[in-house]
């Protein structure tokens, strides 16, 4: 007889992929404790669910190598059972079910229910908005749709994840009021698309009114926008930027490339020329806004000119964020009719230019930070050193500030004013201002009331 299968059930989540797999996992997290289970988060446990990604190569292996580890596991009697969500199980579950059929049970993106059934829960429709975080205390993602509209050749989004749908106003104030009651100060707005939110329930782009109830509720310090869709941005939202404190000076606006030719066979409905001059009002309306982008290279019919093109327009454009990507040639795309005739080693050197270069760029902006003070909120200690970011970078992705925390003491979570000191390309260094004198004694520290 297993012993494991005498232990109290244990279940532990997994997540692979994008932020919006994270919110995903902290929704079912919140279901199954809200029935009482036992759940973790990729820490041990007896039975596994593995939220999967399955947006480009890359994360598709990734995917699929957690998966046959844990079905490994399950096979030395490590774990009892193993199921699988997600997007990757979503659009490839006949070929999973096939190909690894020791998983338990498979799971789309829309079968919370049932993925809950099967883990012995049931789906409480009354918890709006209740989630068990992931994230550090501090900050914690708000999704505020779901699915796309879009008809970008190269994704496959909408296969994953279906048409747009957007979350109610009321609904997002409340999971907003339910996050900063747990002490959560910055809410990091995410959907496949932040452009297109509000048009399927109230028939116009209505991100601007969900800002205006969001910064109400008290406790939230910062608001930040990820991905937005360049054709049909919202300009109102500039005007809230530059008048809500809260808002942060920021926008994540994924635009894939500049060349008009690659712009029109990947659908994007834009040109250079309307991209450049939105960049251009973005900066004159919020000239203090950081912009994020990301680009793909390498993308069929991509050819030396085009790349020429786009490294010029980079340079050009000054970007204070950039990430960038190789193209993927993804099935029952509009994109995968075409011939990826790029070769891989082509697009990773065209990749590996335009970050060289950005570096280059973000190390130059960086260096105009020095002597400047700027609020930053304290995410975590790492060694000898506190980690924060200022209201221009959003976590994981973008730069970090480091702080000596030999000299002084810092509260995780809380704001401060640093003066930077000194800057790489991706990292500033700093000393708060105003903040106490020196680190308190240890028993400082443990202090506890009634001691």
Not at 46 to 74: H, M, P, R, W
Not at 96 to 111: A, H, N, R, S
Not at 165 to 177: C, D, G
Not at 357 to 383: A, C, H, P, Y
């Amino acid at each position: 007889m297993r012993t494991k299968s005498l232990k109290k059930n244990r279940i532990n989540v997994v997540t692979l992929g994008c932020s919006k797999n994270v919110y995903d996992s902290e929704v079912l997290m919140g279901q199954l404790k809200a029935n009482n289970k036992d759940v973790v988060h990729e820490q041990e446990g007896n039975i596994v669910v593995i939220n999967t990604c399955g947006f480009i190569d890359n994360a598709k292996e990734q995917s699929v190598n957690t998966i046959l580890e844990y079905v490994e596991l399950k096979e030395q009697g490590e774990v009892d059972k193993v199921f699988v969500t997600g997007c990757l199980s979503e659009r490839y579950k006949p070929d999973l079910v096939k190909e690894i059929p020791d998983v338990d049970q498979y799971f789309g993106t829309t079968e919370l229910p049932e993925l809950l059934a099967a883990l012995e829960a049931d789906y409480k429709h009354e918890l709006v908005g209740e989630r068990l975080t992931t994230t550090p205390k501090n900050y914690a993602y708000l999704k505020i749709a779901e699915g796309c509209d879009r008809p970008c050749s190269f994704c496959a989004i909408p296969l994953m994840r279906g048409k747009h749908k957007s979350t109610p106003i009321e609904n997002l104030v409340e999971e907003a009021r339910k996050l900063a009651a747990q002490g959560v100060k910055e809410l990091i707005l995410i959907a496949q698309d932040l452009t297109y939110y509000g048009l399927d329930l109230y028939k116009k782009r209505n991100l601007a009114e969900l800002l205006e109830n969001l910064v109400k509720v008290e406790g939230i310090e910062w608001i930040r926008l990820h991905y937005a869709f360049p054709t049909g941005f919202p300009m109102d939202v500039l005007d809230l930027m530059k008048r809500e404190l809260k808002i942060c000076n920021y926008l994540d606006i994924p635009l894939q490339h500049i060349s008009d030719d690659l712009l029109k066979s990947m659908r994007r409905g834009t040109t250079q020329e309307k991209t450049t001059n939105l960049l251009k009002e973005f900066r004159n309306r919020v000239p203090e806004m950081a912009i994020r982008t990301t680009l793909i290279v390498g993308y069929p019919g991509e050819t030396e000119t085009h790349f020429q093109e786009l490294k010029q327009w980079v340079k050009d454009m000054r970007f204070e964020r950039l990430g960038c990507f190789t193209y993927s040639h993804e099935e029952n795309t509009h994109a995968y009719n075409l011939e990826d005739d790029v070769p891989q080693e082509v697009k990773q050197e065209r990749a590996n230019e335009i970050m060289e270069i950005q570096s280059q760029i973000s190390w130059e902006l960086n260096q105009q930070k020095i002597g400047k003070t700027f609020r930053v909120v304290i995410d975590r200690k790492e060694g000898e050193n506190y980690v924060g970011r200022t209201e221009h970078d959003s976590p994981d992705v973008d730069n970090e500030v480091h702080i000596d925390a030999t000299k002084i003491y810092l509260k995780t979570g809380d704001f401060y004013d640093v003066k930077i000191t000194d800057a790489a390309d991706f990292d500033l260094f700093g000393e708060p201002v105003n903040a106490n004198a020196e680190k308190p004694k240890r028993k400082e520290l443990f202090k506890t009331s009634g001691q």
